[in-house]
């Protein structure tokens, strides 16, 4: 059975640093594109950061720079570091992966995560 569970979320204030974690069981994330999403209050789930089975690292222009997606094969893991959040960064964030091509569509992911909730306030 494959599951992906994400954690690491909280509450932060502005400028601060999370790191989120998508663990797996049920399959090897090194061969999947896996890809981190999220979705605020009474808003569409959107893209935020992928990871192809070569180590390409696309990121939404509203995080670039700020976030880093990697992988760590020995963990099964793939990790979202999340710097200078801002306020706009609310959202539960979700991990998916997939046998196929990246991409940024929701329709493209065949294993889900739960979500976790980050909050950024002051």
């Known amino acids: 059975q494959v599951r992906l569970v994400e954690s690491g979320g909280g509450l932060v204030q502005p400028g601060d640093s999370l790191r989120l974690s998508c663990a797996a069981s049920?399959?090897?994330?090194?061969?999947?594109?896996v890809a981190w999403f999220r979705q605020a209050s009474g808003k569409e789930r959107e893209f935020v950061a992928g990871?192809?089975?070569?180590?390409?690292?696309p990121y939404a222009n509203s995080v670039k720079g700020r976030f880093t997606i990697f992988r760590d094969n020995a963990q099964n893991t793939v990790y979202l570091r999340m710097n200078s959040l801002k306020p706009e960064d609310t959202a539960d964030y979700y991990c998916?992966?997939?046998?196929?091509?990246?991409?940024?569509?929701?329709?493209?992911?065949?294993?889900w995560g739960q979500g976790t909730q980050v909050t950024v306030a002051s």
């Open positions: 998916a992966a997939s046998y196929r091509t990246l991409t940024t569509s929701t329709d493209g992911f065949d294993f």
């Open positions: 990871i192809t089975s070569n180590g390409a690292t």
């Open positions: 049920g399959l090897t994330l090194r061969r999947y594109a």
